[in-house]
């Protein structure tokens, strides 16, 4: 077991809080008025920049200062519950997180995926999901609630803890444009993780603005991209108010099939998904829209499927990700032969968009697309599981008396 810099504290934590919100908590913590610009501008670069945990280090600030830094705040890390390597370098991190108002601590899941120019980051939103995409094992687990904009940002901050991604106190601060993005290990970050994006908006756009401020962690827009299932209204104001890169978890061609697949489809008719994306604010080709397409066989892996699908994204700039099924327990569904995976990208291919097969990570650790799932509610499932062969076994044995 791994464990982060984590205390219990009722003390507010700095990260998360935009400028506005730094410069209302100094000043109610007795920081002069005139001071106040200059006061962020200092512990935003110690936050986001140097990724400093203990105000007795930022060197540039008064040791009054500092003391009534923290006296008043905190930027301590969560707990590291379990961090976890697979065979290929994927990282899968759990994090525990203290309880908010009357409720109870959560768990999240994050994980890192390190290639050979650039490393992303999936990144939770919520603890559990709402939406119950059949082939999806987070779908399995619950909506416990939303993660505030201090736990989102959090799991950037710490994957960059432990991946000493973040600039030494007395070094040059690392840049992270489109052209050096290399400089860094977490130089992508997606919101694909645990939960629905846009069913936490407030929350994920906060977060995703202090990701990208140039000031601080830097990263690129273009580098950020947030997966949605198809909550057809935030998908404009995505688009408007964040400008970050789009994408669909799509899965199917027919609303019949995507009702089942995907069940917000229901309320969000593929038609209406479509208008949305047509219209997201900034499309182009060098700003495509990806669309996730997961390969379940013998349900959406056919011919007929690869051009139903080229037609439905008929004037859209898009790349088409194929993700060969990843298995988890309980589920239902077979991945797609390699080969008719192959055939369907060669289609789509034939037909102009690009169609990379994703290649599955982390399977060993349960790190792979669509099987996040906090390792409490696993084992709650297996304690209730092992309870009821308990009482099964009573109940064979009162049987036999």
């Not at 810099?5 to 507010?12: F, L, V």
């Not at 993005?181 to 645990?194: C, L, S």
């Not at 060669?346 to 390792?375: V, W």
Request: hydrophobic share 35%.
């Amino acid at each position: 077991m791994v464990r982060s810099n984590y205390a219990a504290t009722d003390k507010p934590n700095l990260i998360g809080m935009d400028r506005a919100e730094l410069s209302a908590a100094f000043e109610q913590a007795g920081i002069p008025q005139k001071q106040l610009r200059m006061r962020v501008s200092q512990i935003w670069q110690w936050i986001y920049v140097r990724g400093l945990i203990d105000f007795s280090q930022m060197s540039n600030i008064s040791k009054d200062l500092r003391a009534i830094l923290a006296e008043h705040f905190t930027v301590s890390r969560p707990e590291i519950v379990e961090e976890q390597v697979s065979t290929d370098g994927t990282r899968k991190w759990l994090f525990r997180f203290p309880p908010r108002g009357a409720g109870k601590p959560v768990e999240v899941e994050t994980v890192y995926i390190p290639e050979e120019n650039r490393g992303t980051l999936c990144i939770s939103s919520q603890v559990g999901c709402t939406l119950n995409c059949t082939f999806c094992h987070t779908g399995t687990q619950k909506l416990v609630r939303n993660l505030t904009a201090e736990e989102i940002l959090m799991q950037l901050i710490v994957a960059r803890d432990r991946l000493g991604d973040f600039a030494a106190v007395n070094a040059p601060a690392q840049k992270n444009s489109d052209n050096d993005g290399a400089t860094r290990k977490v130089t992508n970050i997606v919101m694909m993780g645990m939960g629905e994006p846009l069913y936490n908006f407030e929350n994920v756009k906060k977060a995703l603005l202090i990701a990208i401020d140039g000031d601080g962690l830097a990263l690129s827009r273009r580098r950020v991209t947030l997966s949605t299932s198809g909550v057809v209204p935030e998908i404009v104001r995505t688009g408007e108010e964040i400008g970050v890169m789009l994408a669909i978890s799509l899965h199917a061609t027919r609303d019949e099939l995507r009702n089942e697949l995907v069940p917000i489809n229901k309320k969000y008719p593929l038609s209406e998904l479509m208008d949305a994306c047509r219209n997201y604010k900034g499309l182009s080709n060098a700003r495509r829209i990806t669309f996730e397409y997961v390969m379940l066989k013998g349900i959406n892996d056919s011919l007929n499927d690869a051009k139903q699908l080229v037609s439905l994204l008929k004037g859209i700039p898009a790349k088409i990700n194929l993700i060969p099924f990843n298995p988890w327990p309980g589920s239902g569904y077979e991945c797609s032969d390699w080969e008719q995976i192959e055939k369907f990208s060669d289609f789509i291919n034939q037909c102009g968009y690009a169609s990379p097969i994703r290649t599955p990570r982390g399977r060993d650790i349960l790190a792979a697309c669509g099987q996040l799932k906090s390792e409490s509610e696993r084992l709650r499932i297996k304690e209730r599981r092992a309870l009821e062969k308990q009482g099964s076994s009573e109940s064979e044995n009162e049987l036999q008396r």
